[in-house]
């Protein structure tokens, strides 16, 4: 039997790490690189150091920390992200890391060694809301990004540039990237399905592909009243347009085609002056890899169109370009078995959202486990997830790395 997770013990970490970053009406903003990062970022080297861990950060700032087995070689990986977006929760993320350590932690206390060695990682800039693209530590540590360019990404804020803020927090590493050989994730839904259905744990199958794409549109400013409406032009409303197409790429598309516009910003932004500047952002996703490039190519057909009826420049550019990806059949198979073994309903699905385990899916066997999210709410402060839940996914996670790692007491 392998041992139990202690309640108290994982649901005090998700509490202290979500005062980290604290918004004073609930919910964490721990943007990627900011000092609340690099806060969350010093008190979990701490917690692993405390478990007897050896802690590693590579040249992204990821940081991961091993626990030593029978005999060396490729560890079973468990992770997530720290970071969060600017309206979090204190479960997105962290569940996969305070899992992590969890699943350490009831290893200690039972005695118990692993043959393989057991890996807790946290990644840097998994949502991409500062630094895009999303999923940036964890691509660039598994080859699906390039470090140097990487290095080079300027906040779409304009509040920094990737290298010298992991200079700033003291995060830029020089450990060389492991390909573990598992990678298990324990994350929240995000999203409506569980709750719904009344499962308490999801079996991931894979990530839906993910396209952002930039939009810069240049105008010119002009008197609201005097100017005819054939003479403008105008960058808001060209910006509009474009947002409205998204909206109509998905209606035409239907689920699980999805289009948002999470950026929409025009300037000067005053009311009586046509507007000569907009910069937006599209996020478009489906699990169809081939429908989703038609949406992009159809999202910037148009914007190239309605820029030019209205004398505008348009420049875009792409933020993040992901493919769908499936997980490891059989590892899919053994969360599904782990779950049942603890008399726990449990459902195959795909993730909507990005995740750190799309990463390393196409260099290792590579699953993740989900929990359900209250309201499906998520990247919003009022993010939750019940503590049986949170406790239920995290024992299948202690179950698996004790199969997989060969525990033994
Ligand atoms: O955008 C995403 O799906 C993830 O939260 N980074
Ligand atoms: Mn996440
Ligand atoms: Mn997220």
């Avoid at 950060?57 to 079973?76: E, F, K, L, T, Y």
């Avoid at 947002?243 to 699980?256: K, R, V």
């Avoid at 820029?307 to 899919?332: I, N, Q, S």
């Amino acid at each position: 039997m392998t041992p139990e997770v202690s309640p108290a013990r994982l649901m005090g970490r998700v509490e202290a790490l979500g005062r980290i970053g604290a918004l004073d009406g609930g919910g964490v903003c721990r943007l990627a690189l900011t000092d609340a990062d690099k806060a969350g970022r010093d008190w979990l080297v701490s917690e692993m150091r405390d478990l007897g861990m050896s802690v590693f950060v590579d040249a992204i700032g990821n940081i991961w920390g091993i626990r030593p087995g029978q005999r060396a070689g490729a560890p079973v990986m468990v992770g997530s992200h720290i970071d969060s977006v600017a309206t979090g929760g204190i479960y997105d993320g962290a569940l996969g890391v305070l899992g992590g350590l969890e699943v350490v932690t009831a290893l200690n206390v039972a005695g118990i060694e692993t043959e393989t060695p057991v890996a807790v990682a946290a990644f840097t800039n998994e949502e991409g809301a500062r630094f895009a693209p999303d999923m940036m530590g964890s691509g660039v540590h598994q080859g699906a990004l390039v470090l140097e360019e990487m290095l080079t990404v300027q906040a779409t804020d304009g509040s920094g540039v990737v290298g010298e803020e992991l200079d700033r927090i003291g995060y830029r590493g020089n450990d060389a990237p492991i390909t573990p050989a598992a990678y298990l994730e324990l994350h929240i839904e995000q999203g409506p399905v569980l709750e719904a259905e009344g499962v308490r744990i999801g079996a991931v199958t894979g990530v839906q592909g993910i396209h952002w794409t930039e939009f810069v549109v240049e105008g010119q400013t002009n008197h609201a009243g005097t100017t005819p409406m054939a003479l403008r032009r105008d960058a808001g409303q060209v910006a509009m347009r474009i947002g409205l197409e998204a909206d109509q790429i998905a209606a035409d598309a239907g689920p699980p085609q999805v289009a948002t516009v999470g950026v929409f910003e025009i300037s000067p932004g005053l009311v009586n002056v046509v507007p000569e500047r907009a910069r937006l952002t599209v996020d478009l996703r489906n699990t169809d890899g081939a429908a989703l490039v038609a949406a992009t190519e159809r999202l910037i057909g148009r914007a190239e169109a309605f820029a030019a009826e209205a004398g505008c420049v348009l420049t875009h550019r792409p933020l993040a370009r992901f493919a769908p990806v499936e997980f490891d059949a059989r590892l899919v198979d053994r969360v599904e078995a782990a779950a049942r073994t603890r008399q726990l309903s449990v459902k195959r699905m795909p993730s909507g959202a990005g995740h750190d385990a799309q990463m390393f899916a196409p260099n290792c066997p590579t699953a993740m486990i989900f929990v359900p999210s209250q309201n499906g709410l998520s990247h919003n402060i009022k993010e939750h997830s019940e503590e049986a839940d949170i406790v239920a996914g995290t024992q299948v996670l202690l179950d698996l790395v004790c199969d997989l790692a060969g525990a033994s007491s």
